[in-house]
């Protein structure tokens, strides 16, 4: 079982930016992938960004594309989301996930953290 623990939410303006950040308790590559996904009130889950922890293969919504960077540091087992250029409709709760090797297996999920992003 893997934790992970989400940080760096809150309130931002409009064209303003966040860094999130994801802690697992082991290393990294006990998962193949971690991302995140996010959820506004009353829409459904979206998946936002996702990297490999072996090759870093990065994923991207194409709402989010050339604005958000999701990167690793494989010694600290962190996954990062860089959001640049922040618009109202990123405002949503981000939760960051861990997809186990074995399909069989259920993902790690992290609390969750709130991105607001109002004037």
């Known amino acids: 079982q893997v934790q992970l623990v989400e940080s760096g939410g809150g309130l931002v303006q409009p064209g303003g930016s966040l860094r999130l950040s994801c802690a697992a308790s082991?290393?990294?590559?006990?998962?193949?992938?971690m991302g995140w996904y996010r959820q506004a009130p009353g829409k459904q889950r979206e998946l936002v960004a996702t990297?490999?922890?072996?090759?870093?293969?990065?994923n991207y919504a194409d709402s989010v594309k050339g604005r958000f960077t999701i990167s690793r540091d494989n010694a600290k087992n962190t996954v990062y989301l860089q959001m640049n250029n922040l618009k109202p409709e990123d405002t949503a709760v981000y939760s960051c996930y861990g997809r186990p090797w074995a399909a069989t297996t259920d993902p790690y999920w992290g609390q969750g953290t709130q991105v607001t992003v109002s004037s």
């Open positions: 082991a290393s990294i590559f006990t998962v193949y992938a």
């Open positions: 990297i490999t922890t072996t090759s870093g293969t990065t």
